[in-house]
């Protein structure tokens, strides 16, 4: 029986080591790369049917980061919760007549989190909504999941 335990032990360390370098990535330029992707995946939905593109607004994007870390880091819940604040800080800063925001956590690409929003209908509404401008922002928690958080906006 011993010796099967240090086996199961350096797996154990393997595997908490690849959480650690996926949050550790996700700091440097896949962060930047993700976002741009599910912008680009959005958009690419919003053209095929026949709406206009969203112009990503990096106010926007900073705002939705904010909220995802907080989801992140236990601040607040899973939830859009703040988000008349959120929204009241995007028109003193850049203006708007119209928001949405869409969460999601755990998946590890844009195309895993696109897909989903996609097909639920909500967050679908809000991606084929009347909107002009789009954030997009996201944050690793200590275990290496993601959150995500997208806020549109009319202007």
Not at 36 to 44: A, H, P, T
Request: aromatic content about 8%; hydrophobic content about 40%; overall charge positive.
């Amino acid at each position: 029986m011993k010796n099967a335990v240090a086996p199961l032990t350096l797996l154990l360390l393997m595997l908490t080591a690849g959480l650690q370098s996926i949050a550790q990535e996700l700091t440097k330029e896949s962060e930047a790369k993700i976002v741009e992707e599910i912008v680009v995946l959005v958009n690419k939905h919003r053209a095929e049917i026949g709406l206009d593109t969203l112009t990503i607004v990096p106010l926007v994007c900073e705002i939705s980061k904010e909220h995802s870390k907080n989801m992140a880091k236990g601040k607040v819940g899973f939830s859009h919760d703040g988000f008349e604040s959120r929204a009241k800080r995007i028109i003193k800063e850049f203006g708007g007549s119209g928001f949405a925001e869409n969460i999601a956590y755990g998946q590890s690409t844009a195309q895993q989190v696109t897909e989903g929003w996609l097909k639920s209908p909500g967050h679908k509404a809000n991606i084929e909504g009347d909107f002009t401008h789009i954030g997009v922002g996201l944050y690793a928690d200590k275990k290496g999941v993601i959150y995500y958080t997208q806020i549109f906006v009319k202007k």
